[in-house]
């Protein structure tokens, strides 16, 4: 069964917010797994490769459409015009699969869409805090300048 559908399952994930991945945009495929599973791994479909076309949605604001497609084009997960691409095989059961897949999907658009921390600014440091690491060196230079036997 090497099709591409959409989901029936009804459960929305949650992006951030109230903003969730849209059932009627996702694209499911699936495959035979590799890996072990002795005789059923040969007859069944579970692997599942989820596609979520990014580029064309409505489901998400302009600004976090364009942040995410930034943040994902280096990094191999959008192929052919803005689609990302999650595939999921952990499981033995499609549906287990089906449900980390799409798990991993609104994860990977969480972090895509996330508004850049704040910078840092940087701070003067405190004349105590250089004044008390300095005494604190001279004490044990000292310590240790009085170890050695030069003196006797």
Do not use: C
Request: glycine share 10%.
């Amino acid at each position: 069964m090497d099709d591409m559908s959409p989901s029936p399952s009804a459960s929305p994930y949650v992006i951030r917010g109230s903003v969730s991945l849209p059932e009627a945009e996702l694209m499911w495929r699936f495959t035979r797994s590799s890996g072990p599973g002795g005789q059923h791994v040969n007859t069944s479909d579970t692997q599942v490769e989820l596609r979520f076309d990014l580029a064309a949605t409505d489901a998400l604001p302009e600004v976090w459409k364009e942040r995410a497609l930034e943040r994902l084009g280096g990094t191999g997960r959008l192929v052919g015009g803005g689609v990302v691409v999650v595939r999921a095989s952990d499981h033995r059961s499609q549906w287990r699969n089906r449900e980390a897949a799409a798990t991993r999907m609104a994860a990977l658009l969480a972090e895509a869409t996330a508004p850049l921390p704040r910078p840092r600014r940087k701070k003067k440091v405190p004349r105590g805090v250089n004044e008390r690491r300095l005494r604190h060196k001279k004490q044990r230079g000292d310590l240790k300048r009085g170890r050695s036997g030069r003196d006797w």
